[in-house]
């Protein structure tokens, strides 16, 4: 009975992720443009035609579209399915990781939609924005108390993510200032510190060292992937968020 019960509830969490991640789309498209994130409805950024609601099925669409608008048949970008899919993914383990209590899967879930936003944004125009950041701070500051992996009282919990909150930052300000010491230039931006800040509220500071380890790792042996595949060299940018979304969410499901 209760392994049909997770069924039950895995099915409805799929179609919830994948709307979530039709309207993380949105905001990845529409928060750096400064525009409305509900009105107009969806529209083909090429043609401008509003997408028919039929066309608008996250994934399903894409594949019956074969990947192309229906009114001017050009591609539609591999990255709106591929969001979507995460998106569902991401909160499918996230719901058998922490299905119990009803209100920590909704804290962390928020947590993983507001990373899976972040490092869409910094993926495709290397910036943070302060309202995303800010806001997963403020979010993660009201949910600590209810946050049981943060301790045993609600006393403790706040406090262990305030002090993520601010041990993150810390931390990065050290690795920055080390870095620009080593490589004569600025490692880390901004909007990177505020993003730990967020972070750190919801794992708290010890999780949090974790994360940042892992996050800068898995960056790390990217970077000299694309490095060895001749598509970066030494010295290139890339966007730091992706990766320590990752962290975060490899260290909140394992740890
Ligand atoms: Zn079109």
């Not at 669409?61 to 569902?88: H, N, W």
């Not at 490092?119 to 495709?124: L, M």
Request: a positive charge; one cysteine or more.
């Amino acid at each position: 009975m209760s392994c049909l019960f997770i069924d039950y509830w895995s099915l409805i969490i799929i179609a919830l992720g994948l709307f979530l991640g039709s309207f993380a789309n949105v905001l990845i498209y529409r928060l750096p443009k400064g525009e409305s994130i509900l009105l107009p409805g969806s529209y083909c950024p090429n043609c401008r035609k509003s997408i028919r609601w039929y066309d608008n099925v996250p994934v399903f669409s894409y594949i019956l579209l074969k990947g192309k608008c229906r009114d001017c048949k050009t591609a539609i970008s591999l990255q709106y399915p591929v969001f979507e899919l995460l998106t569902a993914l991401s909160l499918v383990i996230i719901w058998f990781r922490f299905n119990y209590p009803m209100y920590l899967f909704i804290g962390y879930a928020l947590f993983v939609f507001w990373l899976i936003v972040i490092s869409g944004i910094d993926f495709n125009h290397r910036i943070i924005p302060d309202e995303l950041s800010m806001s997963l701070i403020v979010i993660g500051l009201l949910f600590s108390p209810f946050n049981l992996n943060l301790g045993e009282n609600a006393g403790t919990r706040v406090l262990t993510s305030v002090i993520g909150g601010i041990s993150g930052p810390l931390l990065f300000y050290i690795i920055s200032y080390a870095g620009s010491k080593v490589f004569k230039k600025e490692a880390l931006g901004g909007g990177d510190i505020k993003l730990v800040a967020g972070i750190g509220v919801f794992l708290g500071w010890y999780v949090l060292i974790i994360s940042v380890f892992l996050g800068s790792l898995i960056g790390t042996i990217v970077s000299l992937i694309l490095i060895l595949l001749k598509k970066k060299s030494f010295g290139d940018y890339l966007p730091y968020g992706p990766f320590l979304s990752l962290g975060a969410f490899l260290a909140l499901i394992f740890l």
